[in-house]
């Protein structure tokens, strides 16, 4: 059976070999025992019973809180050439009809249904399907512990009883130990196997941006966007009317950009997220709203602007980048403002100690100064031996030092106020400000008024930011948000207390002055993978489906890395079924046949400079042309016969390191390897050209 599963891995989805875990756990599900699947977004999860469903004789039915998510799901399945479809609110009763006639008469194999349908339908049409698996999506939605209860999941239990011979899979991106204990509990989960994968993004790089000014953030914002002018991302903001402004503010500077909340009508919505999905809309600034139905995997950032209020949440929220494994960038803005609204939200509700606790375990996240992925995976019980590399605290560690006196002006500043004063108050006092809110209460005749001028409003709230998270001050939200000082805090004021505080470390982003940033050089694979991005988009315009469901972000840069021209090595890029080969692979190979013709005129150009007697950094400058392009050109002249001397750009002992590598790499092609083999010790040029006089050799 796991050899069938393998074959339906390769023909139907196009990978070679399964990822962590999806082995085991389709094995289980196969076996007829209930599962539980933690798996981060990304990961694979939907692999786990499509394959199953494709093994078994019945009907699979599949549970999924989202419309939009059911149907981007069921096009990528058609799109393999497997029967899916899904069952939703969306339809109209003749569609209804047809789908409940095509699972009767076992036409379909995977059904995705929402709670509401599944519901409503037990008692008649679906009762009378063979159903042979239930797989329930995102099952923390069951649990009120959970970051995103949903009502109608609560009936879930219900259905299991009745199907008590049949297997449930539920599974989820987003579940602590809580929440798992009761999603097994809600759901009726019969002994189930739980399989806990990594949670480790590595792909994500984290950084966490603290007391920014609006202003300045903007800035950086727009810059950071200027950057990535042709990539999709999703920024995050705290309420409908911030997502509205963030939207207009970057349509303002001609950025493709468009807000999404539960405030739009329900058809803008849908428009929306259309054109995100289909790449018409690159930025969507949203509430918590959007992205749970989103299966859009070249998404390669994600903002917050504000802090979020949870770790469940935010790792979601920040999970839907770079689903396709390649390289992410996550940002976290937040200010002391955002914890004061967002506890105001969780007081006074059900559950609300749990919620304010949970919103604290945020915090002490965004205020970290050890590796941020490292805490963020011991939130899933999850341990990283190592620190990532990949946060900004582990890019640049704080530098810490005795901050008794910075906290002793600050407490002093509080105490001699009678604890009466916010956060932006006390700093104002420090700095010496002369506003009028100051000299109305008389405060600028306490003996601490300018003590700390010397120190700017940003550090000020840097070390403010410290002091309330190591227990100097707390706040008291039932007095407008006033200071207080703690035990602790008396003792650092008045006795031997003593404080660590960290260096500020943040470095203003200076705006460029263009609205966009220029295009830079691409390299010919760059050039390469954009010539595929545009064949992709027309053939997926032509169909009517997103373009990831054609090919993935990171199937095309394989592709343009590999560049296949045969069906051979084209199969052998990871993500091309036969199914998808029999329907694109013909018009990706002319495509990249099309690119290789054009790039045999620029190796002709390079050609006629080097015949010339132009060194190659003349012919670099004279083609504006990077330097290891015509190192490239030169090499694939000699490897084809052509009378270009590269042997003098390497030495011999250089050349002997290259031939030590290839024994053990045994590749013509990658560089990297060999670079990193060697040690870093040779440039790739060099790389290139020992491999093309080793290649030319063995030819």
């Given amino acids: 059976m796991l050899q069938q599963a393998r074959e339906i891995l390769k023909d139907s989805f196009g990978y070679d070999t399964f990822r962590d875990q999806q082995e085991e756990i389709i094995q289980t599900v196969l076996s007829s025992q209930d599962t539980l699947v933690l798996m981060p977004t990304g990961g694979g999860k939907s692999i786990c019973f499509q394959i199953p469903a494709l093994l078994s004789n019945g009907l699979t039915v599949v549970i999924s809180p989202l419309i939009s998510l059911m149907k981007d799901q069921v096009e990528a399945l058609r799109a393999n050439g497997i029967n899916a479809a899904f069952y939703n609110s969306s339809l109209s009763e003749i569609e209804e009809r047809e789908i409940e006639s095509d699972v009767l008469s076992g036409g379909i194999k995977l059904l995705y249904l929402s709670p509401e349908k599944l519901i409503s339908s037990t008692n008649s049409w679906l009762s009378n399907a063979k159903i042979s698996l239930v797989a329930v999506d995102e099952a923390h939605c069951v649990s009120m512990w959970g970051h995103d209860f949903r ?5 879930l239990k219900e259905f299991r009883d009745r199907l008590s011979d049949v297997p449930f899979i539920a599974l989820t991106a987003t579940a602590d130990k809580t929440t798992r204990k009761d999603i097994i509990k809600q759901i ?3 002994q189930p196997k739980v399989f806990i994968s990594s949670f480790n993004r590595e792909n994500l790089s984290l950084e966490v941006r603290a007391n920014i000014p609006k202003k300045e953030k903007m800035k950086e914002i727009r810059q950071f966007i200027g950057d990535r002018i042709n990539e999709s991302g999703i920024i995050y903001c705290l309420s409908r009317k911030g997502a509205d402004e963030m939207a207009q503010d970057l349509k303002g500077y001609g950025y493709s950009a468009a807000s999404y909340h539960a405030g739009l009508a329900a058809n803008k919505r849908v428009k929306v997220q259309e054109n995100f999905i289909n790449d018409k809309t690159n930025i969507i600034c949203a509430t918590i709203a959007f992205g749970m139905g989103i299966d859009k995997s070249n998404v390669r950032w994600v903002i917050h602007n504000n802090l979020p209020k949870n770790i469940e949440g935010y790792y979601q929220e920040i999970g839907r980048a770079g689903r396709d494994g390649v390289p992410s960038t ?11 609204v967002l506890k105001r939200f969780a007081e006074g509700g059900a559950k609300s100690e749990v919620y304010i606790d949970k919103l604290y375990r945020m915090l002490n996240y965004a205020e970290a100064t050890s590796c941020r992925r490292k805490i963020l995976l011991s939130y899933f019980s999850e341990h990283l031996p190592e620190n990532c590399g990949n946060c900004d605290v582990c890019k ?7 901050g008794k006196i910075i906290a002793q002006k600050a407490l002093s500043a509080c105490h001699r106020t009678k604890q009466k004063i916010g956060t932006n108050m006390m700093i104002n006092i420090l700095r010496g400000s002369a506003n009028q809110d100051i000299y109305q209460r008389g405060f600028q005749n306490i003996k601490t008024y300018g003590v700390g001028k010397d120190v700017s ?25 006033t200071l207080k000082i703690t035990e602790y805090g008396r003792s650092v004021l008045f006795e031997d207390g003593t404080i660590q505080l960290t260096i500020p ?5 200076k705006e460029k002055g263009a609205k966009k940033a220029s295009k830079k050089k691409l390299s010919p694979d760059e050039e390469l993978f954009e010539v595929l991005r545009e064949v992709r988009r027309d053939i997926a315009v032509k169909e009517k489906v997103p373009a990831y469901i054609i090919f993935h972000d990171a199937t095309l840069k394989e592709m343009a890395s590999e560049k296949p ?24 190979i002319n495509a990249i046949e099309e690119f290789n013709q054009s790039k045999l005129n620029t190796v002709e150009a390079t050609h006629e400079l080097y015949k010339k007697g132009l060194t190659v950094d003349e012919i670099c400058f004279t083609r504006e042309l990077k330097q290891e392009t015509i190192f490239s050109h030169l090499c694939k002249l000699y490897f084809d016969g052509e009378k270009v001397d590269i042997q003098q750009f390497i030495t011999q002992a250089e050349q002997a390191a290259v031939i030590k590598a290839h024994k053990k790499i045994q590749d013509f092609k990658s560089l990297k390897p060999y670079f990193d083999f ?9 790389i290139r050209v020992g491999l093309t006089l080793l290649a030319k050799k063995a030819k």
């Fill in 457 to 481: 409003f940003k550090d000020w709230q840097h070390y403010s930011t410290q002091l309330l998270n190591q227990g100097v001050f707390e706040i008291a939200y039932d007095e407008s948000f």
């Fill in 188 to 190: 009726g989960l019969k």
């Fill in 330 to 340: 996550t940002i976290l803005y937040y200010n002391l403002r955002d914890l004061m």
């Fill in 396 to 402: 640049n560690p704080p530098t810490f030092f005795d």
């Fill in 151 to 155: 009502p109608e999941y609560a009936q």
């Fill in 678 to 686: 060697l040690d870093s010790k040779l440039p790739y040029y060099k």
């Fill in 505 to 509: 470390t943040d470095k203003p982003i």
């Fill in 565 to 588: 021209t045969n069906q051979l090595d084209m199969l052998a890029v990871q993500g091309i079924s036969v199914i998808k080969y029999d329907k694109y692979g013909k018009t990706f």
